[in-house]
């Protein structure tokens, strides 16, 4: 079997010992490409799942916000949350990676330094990301940073 499948749309249900149930939608570009036996394909897929959060002040540091933040609404309501799971590598042994993207927050500039100063943090701490996806996908929210009771799922390489 040669060749490559390309995907213009579809869904993966990401399943996490029968806890975590969660249809992400496959995003156009993503292929499966054979040369050979059918079982080493090469999987090049990623998947978003969004998830409306309902506090984001939880990740985002207090003294960040500083007093300058005069409306506290901002901090209690709902934000969508873009979960992607990435999978690339062999079709038995993919290589599973994730990603966390806010959007739809205020654009004050004290809100939005303390959202890219937490998607900085994901992007250097593949630890606290795990941490922090895992908790989106399994209690719908995210965690402080100092929260030692939060759920993590472990992705091997």
């Known amino acids: 079997m040669t060749g490559d499948y390309n995907i213009e749309r579809?869904?993966?249900?990401?399943?996490?010992?029968?806890?975590?149930?969660?249809?992400?939608?496959?995003?156009?570009?993503?292929?499966?490409?054979w040369s050979g036996n059918p079982y080493e394909a090469i999987l090049d897929i990623k998947a978003a799942y969004t998830q409306n959060l309902s506090y984001l002040?939880?990740?985002?540091?207090?003294?960040?916000?500083?007093?300058?933040?005069?409306?506290?609404?901002?901090?209690?309501?709902?934000?969508?949350?873009?979960?992607?799971?990435?999978?690339?590598?062999?079709?038995?042994?993919?290589?599973?990676?994730?990603?966390?993207?806010?959007?739809?927050?205020p654009q004050n500039p004290d809100f939005n330094s303390s959202v890219t100063a937490f998607e900085n943090r994901m992007k250097t701490d593949e630890q606290e990301l795990n941490r922090q996806v895992s908790n989106v996908l399994l209690l719908g929210q995210m965690v402080s940073q100092t929260n030692s009771t939060a759920f993590v799922i472990v992705t091997g390489k």
């Open 57 to 105: 002040g939880s990740v985002i540091d207090s003294t960040e916000r500083g007093t300058e933040f005069k409306n506290k609404t901002d901090y209690t309501r709902r934000y969508p949350v873009d979960v992607t799971i990435n999978l690339k590598d062999r079709l038995l042994q993919p290589t599973i990676s994730f990603n966390l993207k806010l959007h739809d927050y």
């Open 10 to 33: 579809g869904d993966y249900t990401f399943t996490f010992q029968n806890v975590i149930n969660k249809k992400f939608s496959i995003q156009r570009g993503s292929k499966i490409s």
